[in-house]
């Protein structure tokens, strides 16, 4: 157009620019110049979640995706539209920059962040010498559970998984050696062996619940999983979330379980429990730090063990381990065959 040896009737324009980097709420980042107006985000909002924030505005070169004035995009699972987009216009504040995607490593899981059991991919990568980091949740699609999507707070529910991890073994808020520690927990259990209690977290895979039955039925204990204190009606809807925040709460039911509270109990052994109970003496197994005095042993995280899942429209689906930690924490199935109780 500069050097062309003819006249044109057509005055030359400054190219259009939109905005980058901008914040359209609901942790997603939106770079309207990478957007090829494809409509898929705005056909999210219009005919997934029903909720409109997004729309295109403009006419010919000045059309791009925006939210609606005065709205921000805000639903609960406004940041599939992340994954929905073709051309990366669409970023996860959460993500974006955090890693280069071709270091991850993607493995098949299933979230834990309620009963729903949905079908994700967990982004992770290894750094020599450094132990296993979990990036992201991203949807794995099955129909029969929950097609293409999941819900934010699934999504976004690896950064508890990592925080605040019980890494070793304590009595009263001091650490012991692991031989101290299970010491004391055959201790206790001679200490109060006609009067023990064991409750069962139901967000345990299937094979660690059948593992603690049978440790609890060979030193004669009652075996309790309370599941009220997992109900938020609050969290549930009619899409993916359910009103019960515990991912294997049917393989409790299923098993006939007593789901009360554990009374009359002088030892109460907890098993990843989220509730805390009183009596005499305690023993936890926990994944992350509470504040407690009781004697409290570290168990891996569900990434970092294998086993099945029945969510509750019953249907059982079995995740491999995922994470592999430079100093490895003992399983339920591993801590029982080593007291010789499995």
Not at 7 to 24: G, M, N, R, W, Y
Not at 112 to 130: E, P, S, V, W
Not at 261 to 266: I, L, M, V
């Amino acid at each position: 157009m500069d050097y062309g040896l003819y006249t044109s009737k057509i005055t030359k324009a400054e190219k259009v620019k939109h905005d980058k980097a901008l914040d359209l709420g609901a942790n997603v980042m939106l770079d309207q110049e990478r957007c090829v107006l494809c409509a898929r985000c705005t056909r999210f909002t219009a005919d997934i979640t029903k909720t409109h924030e997004l729309g295109i505005v403009g006419r010919g070169d000045d059309a791009k995706v925006t939210t609606m004035p005065g709205r921000k995009l805000e639903n609960d699972y406004a940041m599939n539209v992340v994954d929905l987009c073709p051309v990366g216009a669409l970023t996860s504040k959460d993500f974006r920059f955090a890693q280069r995607v071709w270091f991850l490593e993607s493995s098949d899981a299933i979230c834990h962040g309620c009963a729903k059991g949905c079908n994700i991919t967990i982004d992770h990568n290894k750094l020599k010498y450094k132990d296993d980091v979990i990036y992201r949740f991203r949807p794995r699609r099955n129909d029969a559970i929950n097609g293409f999507f999941i819900c934010d707070a699934g999504r976004l529910s690896y950064k508890e998984l990592q925080k605040n991890r019980q890494e070793s073994a304590t009595l009263n808020g001091k650490e012991l050696s692991h031989e101290e520690a299970l010491k004391n927990f055959h201790d206790l259990l001679s200490l109060h062996q006609n009067s023990v209690a064991v409750v069962i977290d139901a967000n345990l895979y299937t094979e660690e619940i059948e593992s603690i039955i049978n440790f609890a039925q060979t030193i004669d204990a009652k075996i309790y999983a309370p599941l009220d204190i997992y109900k938020d009606e609050s969290f549930g809807d009619d899409m993916l979330k359910s009103s019960m925040r515990a991912a294997n709460y049917k393989t409790v039911e299923n098993l006939g379980l007593d789901t009360s509270e554990p009374s009359d109990a002088n030892l109460i052994i907890n098993f990843n429990h989220p509730q805390d109970f009183s009596a005499h003496s305690k023993v936890n197994f926990l994944t992350h730090k509470r504040e407690n005095s009781a004697l409290t042993l570290p168990i891996t995280a569900y990434t970092e063990s294998a086993g099945s899942l029945t969510n509750e429209d019953n249907i059982t689906q079995y995740t491999k381990q995922i994470v592999f930690k430079n100093s490895p924490l003992p399983t339920i199935s591993e801590y029982l065959k080593g007291l010789n109780y499995e």
